[in-house]
C-alpha cells in the first residue's frame, strides 16, 4: 500500500469515529437534531417506525459510523467501509443542515457549509471506495484474459498449421 493511502484512510476516518463515538456515548444533541427535522421527514414519506426509537437509531448509527471509521482507518476491507461511510453521510448531513427549515441568512448559509461539507466529504469516500489499489477492475482482468486466449488459440493454430506444412515438405 502506497504512503499516501496510509496517511489519507485514517485521516478520513478520523472525524467519523470520534462523531460515531459520541452518538453512541452521547446521543442526547443528535437525537434533539433529528427531531427538529422529523416532520420533515414524515412528508417526504419516511416510516414512523424509523423514528419511533431515536435514541436507539441514533445509536445505531453511531455504532455503524465508528466501526467503519475504524474499519477505514487501519485498513481493514477498506473499501467496504468506506461505501458504508459514504451511505451513512447522506441521511446524517441532511439531517443536521435542513436548509429547508429556514432560518435567517446566516443560518442558511451555515447550513449549506454544511450540506457542501457533507457532499464533499461522500465524493472522497466514494474515491476511497472505488480504490483499487493499483489493481485493474473485474472487468478489465476479464477482457483481457479473453484477448489473451484468442491470442493464445492463434498461435495454436499457426503452430498446428507450420507443423503441417512441416509434415508434408518432409514427406
Known amino acids: 500500500m502506497s504512503i499516501s493511502r496510509r496517511l489519507a484512510r485514517p ?3 478520523s472525524s467519523f469515529v470520534a462523531t460515531g463515538v459520541d452518538a453512541l456515548l452521547h446521543p442526547d444533541s443528535h437525537v434533539e437534531k433529528f427531531r427538529k427535522v422529523e416532520p420533515a421527514l414524515e ?3 419516511v ?3 424509523i423514528a419511533s426509537d431515536t435514541r436507539m437509531l441514533v445509536r445505531a448509527s453511531g455504532a455503524v459510523t465508528a466501526v467503519a471509521g475504524l474499519m477505514l482507518a487501519t485498513n ?3 473499501r467496504t467501509a468506506a461505501l458504508t461511510l459514504a451511505a451513512m453521510t447522506v441521511p446524517v448531513t441532511l439531517v443536521n443542515n435542513p436548509v429547508w427549515t429556514g432560518g435567517g441568512r446566516d443560518r442558511k448559509k451555515e447550513m449549506r457549509r454544511g450540506l457542501l461539507t457533507g ?3 461522500v465524493g472522497g469516500l466514494l474515491i476511497a ?3 483499487r489499489d493499483g489493481r485493474p477492475s473485474l472487468a478489465w482482468r476479464a477482457t483481457n484474459s479473453r484477448e489473451h486466449k484468442a491470442a493464445l488459440r492463434e ?11 512441416l509434415k508434408a515438405k518432409l514427406s
Open 155 to 165: 498461435v495454436k493454430a499457426a503452430a498446428k498449421e507450420s507443423k503441417a506444412d
Open 43 to 45: 412528508k417526504v414519506g
Open 129 to 131: 471506495g472505488l480504490d
Open 11 to 13: 485521516l478520513l476516518a
Open 119 to 121: 457532499a464533499s466529504l
Open 76 to 78: 481493514r476491507k477498506p
Open 47 to 49: 416510516p414512523p417506525a
